[in-house]
């Protein structure tokens, strides 16, 4: 396609070595009802067919560019933010796919929507390896409209990067993103862009997710790791909600525990007191590991 050409979605579609999986989530971007976007798949310096494959597609819309070597699936989305020309932003992954209409039903409620709503997001299916369907965010959850920044931070990341369409322009105050993350980067960049901006709801299920076995995510000492990177990040948005900065906290602090880490995890627990001194369970998890060190 010319690749100057203006859209009104850029889709950024990261895949390294998923080429077995990767057709299924082209075919549902280029089964959208709405069809004025560009698809830029960035392979990541895969060494199976990907590239074979994303060029058996003849279709203007697609771009295909490749990191010379492995940089990781935040260089790689940014690379796909780079190269966009959309007005607003989507993202899809190699082992996901869409509703035929999660494109038009977003760019609609963007047009409907106040000028201070910079991301819709749309309800998620996760499916994971032994079957098991979840739904989120849940029916009846309390809060799926506008500042979500203390759902995030207590871990309730209602916002999966896959389910929203977000406007370009918000990445001059949101910046790019964090490539120091292995893990939870696309986390730390939508908590990123609720410290800037509001959120607008689809509670239609339009995005589809399947946890794979080879996801870096499901790697214990590395999702602890991220935490405490997202934490330290983060840490003066944390302190303007204490509820949620004791439920992160106390949760981080327990996990370095199980790792061995009590001194580092007893900090965290320390800090989930000082938030909500009331809190008799964030008492009673401190002066447990306090006895345990002595």
Not at 103 to 111: A, G, H, P, T, Y
Not at 224 to 247: D, G, M, N
Request: positive net charge; charged residues 25%; glycine residues 6%.
């Amino acid at each position: 396609m010319d690749n100057s050409r203006e859209v009104t979605v850029s889709i950024g579609l990261p895949t390294y070595n998923r080429a077995h999986l990767l057709s299924r989530a082209i075919e549902s971007v280029l089964a959208q009802s709405f069809t004025d976007f560009e698809l830029i798949v960035v392979d990541d310096g895969s060494t199976d067919n990907t590239e074979e494959l994303v060029k058996s597609f003849q279709d203007r819309r697609i771009r295909y560019l490749k990191h010379e070597n492995n940089r990781g699936l935040m260089a790689s989305r940014n690379t796909a933010l780079r190269e966009s020309h959309g007005k607003y932003l989507a993202f899809q992954d190699s082992d996901d796919w869409w509703h035929p209409d999660f494109l038009k039903e977003s760019v609609r409620i963007f047009d409907e929507a106040p000028k201070m709503i910079g991301c819709v997001y749309s309800r998620i299916e996760k499916k994971y390896m032994n079957g098991e369907l979840l739904v989120l965010p849940k029916v009846g959850d309390s809060i799926t409209n506008g500042n979500l920044l203390s759902d995030f931070l207590s871990g309730g990341y209602l916002v999966t990067l896959q389910a929203v369409v977000m406007k370009k322009q918000c990445l001059d105050m949101v910046g790019y993103f964090d490539e120091d993350f292995q893990v939870f980067g696309d986390a730390e960049f939508i908590i990123r862009f609720a410290e800037h901006y509001e959120f607008a709801f689809n509670p239609n299920v339009r995005a589809f997710l399947e946890v794979q076995g080879d996801s870096i995510s499901r790697n214990k000492k590395k999702r602890v790791e991220a935490r405490e990177l997202l934490y330290q990040k983060h840490k003066k948005s944390f302190e303007r909600y204490p509820h949620a900065h004791a439920r992160y906290v106390a949760h981080l602090g327990m996990s370095l525990t199980r790792q061995g880490a009590r001194r580092r995890g007893l900090v965290y627990l320390r800090s989930a007191v000082k938030s909500r001194p009331w809190h008799l369970g964030y008492w009673l998890r401190y002066l447990k590991i306090a006895l345990l060190l002595g």
